[in-house]
């Protein structure tokens, strides 16, 4: 199955512009979902392109996926903070460009617990539970983390 892939730059919060990917299924997706992919940590050598072989495969199979270069190994935080930053603005400009139903982060190696820490940087969307005293649906407002 053919994958078309977009190229785009994001501007994070603090003004530094990152390179992202759309990776993108040739058919309409297959559902309302972009998956963010979070590479290794810049400072052990990681970038996005780490990352293509399961862009290309989540496209593949119906999904939108994107990755990014987290800022430059000379710039980048021993703990992480200022790549967390990068990870965020990502979720936020796949939020508003894509407007998907929900947001899949995952996380490579080292990218894991940036994409883990950054989950307090975003407010949670309302969500739906099942009321186990009837057969609908309510909808739910979780607070932010």
């Not at 989540?58 to 021993?78: H, I, K, P, Q």
């Not at 899949?104 to 940087?121: D, E, H, Q, T, Y």
Request: proline share 6%; net charge positive.
């Amino acid at each position: 199955m053919m994958v078309g892939m977009e190229s785009m730059t994001v501007e994070t919060g603090d003004g530094v512009k990152v390179h992202a990917r759309l990776f993108k299924p040739a058919e309409p997706p297959a559902n309302d979902l972009v998956v963010v992919l979070v590479h290794v940590y810049t400072g052990l050598g990681g970038f996005q392109g780490l990352l293509k072989g399961i862009a290309t495969g989540l496209a593949e199979r119906g999904f939108r996926a994107v990755t990014f270069d987290m800022r430059g190994a000379s710039r980048a935080s021993l703990f992480g903070s200022a790549e967390i930053q990068d990870a965020i603005a990502v979720c936020k400009w796949a939020s508003k460009t894509l407007a998907p139903r929900g947001i899949i982060l995952v996380g490579s190696s080292a990218g894991a617990p940036i994409a883990g820490r950054l989950l307090g940087g975003i407010r949670k969307p309302p969500s739906r539970r099942r009321n186990p005293s009837s057969s609908s649906w309510e909808q739910r407002i979780d607070s932010p983390a």
